[in-house]
Every structure is written in C-alpha cells, then in structure tokens.
Antibody, heavy 122, light 108 residues
Framework: QVQLQESGPGLVKPSETLSLTCAVSGYSISSGYYWGWIRQPPGKGLEWIGSIYHSGSTYYNPSLKSRVTISVDTSKNQFSLKLSSVTAADTAVYYC???????????????WGRGTLVTVSS | EIVMTQSPATLSVSPGERATLSCRASQSVSSNLAWYQQKPGQAPRLLIY???TRATGIPARFSGSGSGTEFTLTISSLQSEDFAVYYCQQYNNWPPGTFGGGTKVEIK
C-alpha cells in the first residue's frame, strides 16, 4: 500500500523559508512517476506548486517559481519543498501527491498525503 | 491560464436525492478533467478522471460527463457520506493547471 506522509514545522516566520518533506512508503520514488506538492489556504481552493522526477527534473507553477525549490532524495525515498520569503498568504495546508500517469509532471492526482498545516506568523 | 468555474457554490440536497454539479472551463480542456471529493480535515479524494471514468473503488452512484468546456458530476442518490466539497481540475493545459473553486454539498 503506497503512502505519502508530509512533515515539517507548523509555524514559519514571515520572510523566512518554509521547508517540508514528503516520505514515500510502499513504493520506490525512482519508479517512473513524478511527485508533486499542492497547497490549500484555509477555506479556499487547491493550487499546484510543482513536481519532481527522481532524476531531479522539476516543473513549477509560474506564479511561485521564483520562490520554490523541490528536491528529491532517492536514498531516503522522499522529496522536499522549500518556499522562500513567505508571507501570511502562504499559510495553507500543504499536500504531497502523485500524478496518476507515468512520466507526467501534472495530471490528475490519485494519491495524496494527509497534508500538513503551515502557518506564517511572527 | 484556464479558469475553472464551479456552480453552484453550495448545493442543498436531501439524502436519497440526486445532485448535479457543474464545472465550466474558460477554454477547451478536451476530456482532461477530474473530480475530487474533500471532507473536512481530509485530503481530496479522486472520484473521476478523463471526465467520465470512475477511479478505483468509487461507487457507481458517482458519474461524470462532458467535454470541451462544460462538465457535470452527478451523484444519483446522495448518501450521508457524500456530503462534502467537490472540486474539478483540468489537466489539459499546464503549467499551472487549475482547480475550480469548489461546490459544497450540504444536507437540506
């Protein structure tokens, strides 16, 4: 059974960098799918942040591209998100998720982590 | 960027009744349209992809239709566990790809 689990600080100060990790279990992260991050501000809709392949190939949402870095650690079977210069507008539940099609950075997402709330506040 | 507009924002339905949710794209997305269900405190759950294909384990009371710019999710007979927020997502044009704003299905 494939599972995704997000982890990281729940509180980040404005102007600092948000850092989260997604641990993948039950499936090798090197097996042909991209792996993505999606966020959801409280009470609002969903926004794709970006996706990464095990080779390190990345695709980002243009609206966040200047502040986002997604990386992968195949030895730990996990991938990570860094979002710099955060503001209150970055307060959201952050999900890691897998696009449901082989080799596609963005598709429908058929596998999701439970999500982790990150609050940006001083 | 393609804008996805869902209507209505809230739908009040009695258990056992039929619910019809709409999703409109600002330009054609072919059949590259998915529907998700989200309950409070949970991650979205994939219901439908390819506009009309049910995901694994999804009950037959959920059905999707449409192509191009107009899509519909129908729940034929609402069960208590179906009261939730539903989102559509287009994956035809990306980045960034877009989700709709959601329709909340509540108990009437």
């Amino acid at each position: 059974q494939v599972q995704l689990q997000e982890s990281g600080p729940g509180l980040v100060k404005p102007s600092e960098t948000l850092s989260l990790t997604c641990a993948v279990s039950g499936y090798s992260i090197s097996s042909g799918y991209y792996w993505g991050w999606i966020r959801q501000p409280p009470g609002k809709g969903l926004e794709w942040i970006g996706s990464i392949y095990h080779s390190g190939s990345t695709y980002y949402n243009p609206s966040l591209k200047s502040r986002v870095t997604i990386s992968v650690d195949t030895s730990k079977n996990q991938f990570s998100l860094k979002l710099s210069s955060v503001t209150a507008a970055d307060t959201a539940v952050y999900y890691c998720a897998r696009p449901g099609r082989w080799l596609q950075p963005y598709w429908y997402f058929d596998l999701w982590g439970r999500g982790t709330l990150v609050t940006v506040s001083s | 960027e393609i804008v996805m507009t869902q209507s209505p924002a809230t739908l009040s339905v009695s258990p056992g009744e039929r619910a019809t949710l709409s999703c409109r794209a600002s330009q054609s997305v072919s059949s590259n349209l998915a529907w998700y269900q989200q309950k409070p405190g949970q991650a979205p759950r994939l219901l439908i992809y390819g506009a009309s294909t049910r995901a694994t384990g999804i009950p037959a009371r959920f059905s999707g239709s449409g192509s191009g710019t107009e899509f519909t999710l129908t729940i034929s007979s609402l069960q208590s566990e179906d009261f939730a927020v539903y989102y559509c997502q287009q994956y035809n044009n990306w980045p960034p790809g877009t989700f709709g704003g959601g329709t909340k299905v509540e108990i009437k």
